[in-house]
C-alpha cells in the first residue's frame, strides 16, 4: 500500500515558471519531508528538506511548504530553468527515525524554453 | 571521496542465470538500502539494513536476497533472474543522528541490469 501519493506525474512548465509538485499522505506519522531530485543516468540527490515544527523553508528558488493538517507537503520552485528538467521524488521518514524509507513515484518535470 | 559506489554499471543475463551486485560506501554510515526504479514505478524498496549483520525485507523483496557482513558493503543478489528483474537499481546509505535515522540518503549511481 503506498504511503505517499505524489502528483502530478509529469509536468511541463515554461522557463521562468512556477513549478509545484506535491505529496500527500494518508495512514503513516512522518517527521522528516526531504525532496530529492534526479538527473538522467544519475542516482537521486537530496535537494532541500523540512521538519514538521515549521511550515515553510526557503532556499534559493526552491521551496518546501508543508500543512499539518491536511497532510500533505508541497515543493515550490521559483523562476524555473531549463537545467530543473529532471525527476522530483519525496521521500518522508516515518515518525521517530524509522528506517523503511519508501518514495513517492516521482514527478518528470520539464522545463521549455 | 567516492561515497557510495556501485558496481557493476551494466550487466546482461539470461534468464534463471545468477549474479551480485555490490554497494559499497565510504561514509561510515549505518543505514543502507537498494531499491529498484522502472519507469512510471518510481523508487521501490526491496530489502535495507540498519546495521553490520542486520537484513530487512522492504517494499518488493521476492527474488532477491541481500547479505551485509562489512559495514560499507552491502551486496543484492539475484539467485534465478527472471525479465521481470530488469531495472536500474540503486544502492543507498544514511546515517545515524543521536540515536534515529536522519532519513537523509545518498545514491549510488545505479547499476543496469538487463535480463533476456
Known amino acids: 500500500q503506498q504511503q505517499v501519493k505524489q502528483s502530478p506525474q509529469s509536468l511541463i512548465v515554461q522557463k521562468g515558471g512556477i513549478s509545484i509538485i506535491n505529496c500527500a499522505y494518508e495512514n503513516t506519522a512522518f517527521d522528516y519531508f526531504p525532496w530529492y531530485q534526479q538527473f538522467p543516468g544519475k542516482g537521486p540527490a537530496l535537494l532541500i528538506a523540512i521538519r514538521p515544527d515549521v511550515s515553510e523553508k526557503k532556499e534559493g528558488r526552491f521551496t518546501i511548504s508543508f500543512n499539518k493538517s491536511a497532510k500533505q507537503f508541497s515543493l515550490h520552485i521559483m523562476d524555473s530553468q531549463p537545467g530543473d528538467s529532471a525527476t522530483y521524488f519525496c521521500a518522508p521518514r516515518p515518525e521517530g527515525g524509522g528506517n523503511k524509507l519508501t518514495f513517492g513515484t516521482g514527478t518528470q518535470l520539464k522545463v521549455e524554453l | 571521496n567516492a561515497g557510495v559506489t556501485q558496481t557493476p554499471k551494466f550487466r546482461v543475463l539470461k534468464t534463471g542465470q545468477s549474479m551480485t551486485l555490490l554497494c559499497a560506501q565510504d561514509m561510515n554510515h549505518e543505514y543502507m538500502y537498494w531499491y529498484r526504479q522502472d519507469p512510471g514505478m518510481g523508487l521501490r524498496l526491496i530489502h535495507y539494513s540498519v546495521g553490520e549483520g542486520t537484513t530487512a525485507k522492504g517494499e518488493v523483496p521476492d527474488g532477491y536476497n541481500v547479505s551485509r557482513l562489512k559495514k560499507q558493503n552491502f551486496l543484492l543478489g539475484l539467485e534465478s533472474a527472471a525479465p521481470s528483474q530488469t531495472s536500474v537499481y540503486f544502492c543507498?546509505?544514511?546515517?545515524?543522528?543521536?540515536?534515529?535515522?536522519?532519513?537523509?540518503?545518498?545514491f549510488g549511481e545505479g547499476s543496469r541490469l538487463t535480463v533476456l
Open positions: 543507498a546509505s544514511s546515517y545515524l543522528r543521536g540515536r534515529m535515522n536522519t532519513g537523509e540518503l545518498f
